[in-house]
């Protein structure tokens, strides 16, 4: 028999030293937010200029992202273990015999995987060419860094909004959520540009992605529209990218130059996420502040045909006017993200992957969209099994 | 095959236009100003290419250099980049390039000086031509550290499972500690999972890499069978495997300049021209050479600018034809000359009292004389166009080039660049290849790519003959 565990309440006990967020809590979450920050910086780097070196300004704050959460967890994991007082080590869990809070020990992990790709990156420009896309081994070992960087930092807000219940952390848990959520986007650039909005990898690969994502903060956020604000601050943060970079001029350096581009390209528009994440909040609200195998079993159903029944048409129909002179405009930047080495033409502002003459030919069915919906309730449900663990990390 | 850790070398594979020789080296003249300019193409793509430029007449200031694909030419190209002066050297500049795309480039030098602005092109073909595979000690010690961090992310799984959800101060129960096992067990398992994924897909890129990206020139198979009139035919025909179905260029009027080396003595040398019969097929009469086993190194000219040098391998009979008439009037060979030696030879007797003398060889040039039996310098006539032909061959057949006096380019791809820079932009666009020659000697820049054993033939035209001069050098 499934016995339904209550998540606990959004005021829990307080100690008067922890309700106000430690000093170094909104360093930490700067080091994060340098992370989405400076790949998209450096994207469009990469798609105006071409050519860089290891200290542009973009690559700089990439390394901000992993330095200053990684000397800052560093220096935490040295006090708590050192010099801690019992409060503190009482407050953290140990990690080859030295005691640090949770988070500490994963963003530490994660400065040094972020690291570790940077010899591997620099192998692999000089055995296959220096690589211009954004998916590859060595920069999928950058990105499993920042993830964990962008993680412990999370994990160390949840852990004091868990155990204080302060408005300020719950709101630094948040922004990390929607800084995370962000970087996930990121990644996931290459096939969520608005083209690709009625093909069903897109479809799939968001499915696989996001449930994920949205689920465990609203379950985990002791705010009422967690999902929702952590989307939120992913669309401003891009939005912001949008508006600002194009500001800058910038010239190709690199040749061929086929759209000879003389401002900062900017990102492409971003996915209304906040419309399935105020979905996902409802039902994690309203059905979700219990947990338990079964209940979250269906949940994860429901949340999933939730999804998908918002998630789909939203983007259907949010492409087609991205794809319509009437996005051609500063604020929704169509198309202006094509980077020098592209051909300008039609092909930008129209749907890829539905000529059935093109090897790409991906066309959304209802087989595949039932395959995206199975995908969204793995993802949710192991977002209901990480959001209930996550209401609960106090370490 | 499967790339793991422990890898330790890496093999340069053909160099297109030339086997294992991929610098570029060219002479010539940049408006006013005569430049010699080296070019150390990236062996990966994308990749940067180093570049030094050399002012012969010592009257340059400045020099920049940009790099124009073929197709998009100047149009398509970023602003010039400025050559750094070497210090210590008032007429060597230095520059970095990077050539992004396979296909033929073209890098423009300018030169700016008291004379005003010149400029010259060099031909340069951008593609992957090596293949690396990870040094065993960079292997380790990127394992090792990988190691480190799955076996902690494995223990940090278990930390927050057994303490993280515990109020402060709390001990973990025998019970969350088993947990803790259990989860560090799956979570083991994913990670194994992770990095098997991770195996799989760089296998992947790599497989695409070898199969797709790495250059590879076109197959090329050889023959000889007879015509009607009972004369030796060498028949080639080349499959492009990559489906770059480009027409051909001539270079000097060739289509196709087929060398052919007889090994391992390379006593027995044919430059021929076989006559192209469809977009495959070459052919062309076999002089009377030597049976035995011969490399057939043959040269072509995509109309894109990207040149090839195809290889075959092929056991030519015994070819006692008593009158030979040539297939294209500017054939020549050499069907007997000593075998090739572990020692230099710096001298070689010509037709008619001529001698050829290898004069130096050092500073990235190769300089060559020919006298008359009074040791004065014989008239030259243009063969082919130019004031002689080289090939360098190494002893152990790993290096083959086809030079001239202005260097180791295609003169066909600069002129197609030039001819594409005056449709696109309406306005002149001259490139004048190579320097003066000098009567009184033939000078060939070039640098051996490696230490060892070379033959080189130099071929040079007097009173209306084709002549083969060839030498011995022991690069160190």
Not at chain 1, 357 to 370: A, C
Not at chain 2, 80 to 106: I, Q
Not at chain 2, 150 to 157: D, E, K, Q
Not at chain 2, 434 to 451: C, H, M, N, Q
Request: net charge positive; with cysteine.
């Amino acid at each position: 028999m499934q016995t339904a565990t209550a998540i606990p309440s959004a005021i829990p006990v307080q100690t008067p030293r922890e309700t106000v967020a430690p000093w170094y809590f909104k360093l930490l979450v700067f080091g994060a937010a340098c992370i989405p920050v400076g790949a998209l910086w450096d994207i469009s780097w990469h798609t105006s200029i071409g050519r860089d070196t290891f200290w542009t300004p973009a690559h700089i704050v990439t390394y901000m992202g992993g330095l200053i959460p990684g000397l800052c967890c560093g220096w935490l994991a040295l006090k708590t273990h050192f010099w801690g007082t019992a409060q503190e080590r009482a407050t953290a869990v140990s990690f080859w015999g030295f005691r640090a809070p949770l988070g500490a020990w994963v963003a530490i992990w994660g400065c040094f995987t972020m690291l570790l790709s940077a010899p591997f990156d620099d192998w692999w420009h000089n055995t296959y060419g220096l690589d211009v896309e954004i998916l590859s081994p060595p920069h999928a070992v950058l990105a499993l860094g920042m993830f964990h960087v962008a993680l412990g930092v999370l994990l160390l807000m949840l852990s004091a909004q868990n155990r204080s219940g302060s408005s300020g952390g719950q709101l630094l848990f948040i922004i990390t959520g929607g800084i995370i959520l962000l970087m996930v986007a990121v990644f996931l650039t290459e096939k969520s540009f608005p083209n690709q909005h009625r093909t069903a990898e897109f479809y799939k690969a968001s499915a696989v992605t996001y449930p994920l994502y949205l689920v465990t903060l609203a379950r985990a956020s002791k705010l009422r529209w967690g999902a929702t604000t952590a989307s939120g601050i992913y669309m401003g943060g891009l939005m912001l990218m949008i508006w600002i970079l194009p500001l800058f001029s910038a010239e190709p350096k690199l040749a061929p130059i086929y759209n000879p581009v003389d401002r900062m390209a900017p990102p492409a528009f971003p996915l209304l996420l906040v419309v399935p994440a105020f979905a996902i909040d409802l039902a994690v609200r309203f059905l979700g502040r219990k947990s338990g195998w079964l209940r979250d079993t269906v949940l994860a159903i429901a949340i999933a045909v939730l999804f998908m029944a918002v998630f789909v048409p939203t983007q259907w129909w949010f492409s087609k006017f991205m794809l319509s002179p009437a996005a051609d405009n500063w604020f929704f930047a169509a198309g202006d993200w094509a980077p020098y080495s592209s051909r300008p033409g039609p092909w930008l502002m129209e749907y890829w992957g539905l000529d059935p003459e093109s090897r790409r030919f991906d066309p959304v069915t209802w087989k595949q969209l039932f395959a995206a919906a199975c995908y969204a309730f793995i993802s949710a449900r192991i977002g209901l099994f990480f959001g209930a663990w996550m209401s609960r990390v106090k370490r | 095959m499967r790339i793991w850790l422990a890898l330790l070398f890496f093999w340069p594979l053909a160099a297109v236009a030339h086997i294992g020789s991929p610098n570029i080296y060219y002479e010539g003249n940049a408006g006013p100003y005569a430049l010699q300019v080296i070019i150390r193409p990236p062996d990966v793509i994308p990749g940067l290419a180093e570049i030094s430029v050399r002012a012969l007449d010592g009257n340059v200031q400045a020099i920049s250099v940009l790099p124009a694909r073929w197709d998009t030419g100047t149009k398509g190209a970023p602003s010039a980049d400025p050559a750094k002066p070497v210090r210590g050297d008032t007429n060597l500049f230095t520059a970095e390039l990077w050539l992004m795309n396979s296909g033929a480039y073209n890098i423009l030098v300018h030169a700016d000086g008291a004379a005003g602005r010149g400029t010259t092109v060099v031909p340069v073909n951008s593609v992957a031509s090596a293949r690396r595979v990870m040094p065993r000690g960079f292997g380790a010690m990127l394992g090792t550290w990988a190691g480190v961090l799955v076996l902690a992310l494995v223990c940090l799984v278990g930390s927050a499972v057994r303490e993280s959800v515990l109020p402060p101060g709390e001990e973990p129960t025998p019970k969350r500690v088993r947990l803790s096992w259990l989860a560090m067990v799956v979570g083991g398992f994913v990670v194994a999972a992770a990095l098997w994924g991770g195996f799989r897909w760089w296998n992947h890129v790599d497989r695409d890499y070898r199969n797709n990206r790495l250059y590879r020139a076109d197959d090329l198979k050889a023959t000889v069978t007879t015509n009607d009139a009972a004369r030796p035919i060498l028949k080639l025909r080349r499959t492009n495997e990559r489906g770059s179905g480009r027409s051909l260029v001539p270079e000097h009027g060739k289509l196709m300049h087929a060398f052919i080396v007889r090994q391992p003595a390379l006593d027995a040398f044919a430059h021929l021209h076989p006559v192209r019969i469809d977009d495959q097929n070459f052919e062309t009469t076999l002089p009377p050479l030597p049976a035995g086993n011969y490399k057939i190194y043959a040269d072509i000219t995509h109309s894109s600018g990207l040149t090839h040098t195809l290889v075959a391998d092929i056991v030519l009979p015994a070819n006692h034809v008593a009158e030979f008439s040539k297939a294209d009037e500017d054939d020549s060979w050499v069907a007997s000359s000593s075998p090739a030696r572990s020692e230099a030879q710096k001298t070689c007797a010509l037709p008619n009292n001529f001698m050829m003398q290898q004069v130096g060889i050092g500073n990235a040039r190769m300089q060559f004389k020919v006298v008359d039996g009074d040791g004065k310098p014989a008239a030259l006539e243009p063969y082919m166009t130019m004031q002689a032909h080289a090939v360098v061959h190494s002893h152990d057949a790993t290096v083959f080039t086809h030079l001239h006096p202005f260097g180791t380019v295609s003169m066909a791809s600069q002129q197609l660049f030039a001819k594409r820079e005056r449709e696109k932009s309406n306005k002149p666009f001259e490139v004048v290849c190579g320097l003066s020659a000098r009567p009184d000697l033939i000078v060939f820049p070039y640098e051996f790519p490696k230490p060892g054993a070379y033959r080189v033939w130099v071929q040079v035209k007097i009173n209306g003959e084709v002549v083969t001069g060839f030498f011995d050098h022991i690069a160190s």
